[in-house]
């Protein structure tokens, strides 16, 4: 219980120095109440249906080109240190990644295992489930590498099975990994790294 303490001080302490303002500065919204509205909201949701039309025609120079667009707009409305300017940055790298054809498909193919054994693990076949995580995570570590944000959910997703199925100590390490790189890559601000704080607390009450 000691563990969870820290941690859940850890996640009070950060979210608290985070959205502190400093002396002498205006006090400013939390990022959560930062979003798009009126036009810039309406050519957000155009930009996205282009960045999704193009992505399915295989397109990924324009599609990318519509991300940067995108973008350049949530930075100069909601700030360069939104999380969702911190989502498209990924994106647009993403999309800039020189992969091959084969390379995209094992991803594409990641993506689906992993939406899967997600299913299976919702039923209780975690069993069932463990072969495509594996088989997800090891194609996203070894395309995307371990500092990415899909891996990072890779290895979430192995973990709750492993919790699930009565596994909690093994399931640590997991939890553990992919938080450390959700606050190295996407920052202390990040819904997902609130997430991975909550997971990783859940696990050591799980733990007892």
């Known amino acids: 219980m000691r563990e969870l303490s820290l941690v859940l001080a850890t996640m009070a302490a950060a979210t608290v120095f985070a959205q502190e303002p400093k002396k002498d500065e205006p006090a400013k919204k939390p ?7 009126g036009e810039d909201a309406k050519k957000a949701d155009q930009l996205e249906q282009r960045i999704a039309r193009q992505e399915a025609l295989g397109n990924r120079v324009r599609a990318a080109e519509a991300v ?23 994106w647009l790298a993403d999309l800039r990644a020189e992969r091959t054809a084969e390379q995209v498909k094992q991803l594409q193919q990641a993506t689906q295992d992993a939406n899967e054994a997600v299913a299976l693990n919702q039923r209780r076949k975690y069993a069932e489930a463990i ?13 995307m590498g371990e500092d990415h944000p899909a891996t990072a959910q890779s290895y979430c997703d192995l973990a709750h099975n492993l919790e699930d199925s009565g596994r909690a100590a093994e399931a640590a390490p997991l939890f553990e990994k992919a938080l450390a790189t959700f ?3 996407l920052g202390e601000n990040h819904p997902d790294t609130a997430v991975s704080y909550g997971n990783l607390a859940s696990n050591l009450q799980a733990r007892g």
């Not at 990022?31 to 509205?37: D, G, K």
């Not at 940067?68 to 969702?84: I, P, T």
């Not at 072969?131 to 395309?143: C, G, I, N, Q």
Request: proline letters at 2%.
């Open 183 to 185: 606050r190295r890559v």
């Open 131 to 143: 072969p495509l995580l594996e088989k997800a995570l090891a194609v996203r570590r070894k395309v």
């Open 31 to 37: 990022q959560w109440q930062l979003v798009l509205t």
């Open 68 to 90: 940067a667009e995108l973008l350049k707009l949530k930075a100069e409305k909601l700030g360069a240190d939104h999380w969702q300017v911190v989502d498209d940055r990924v």
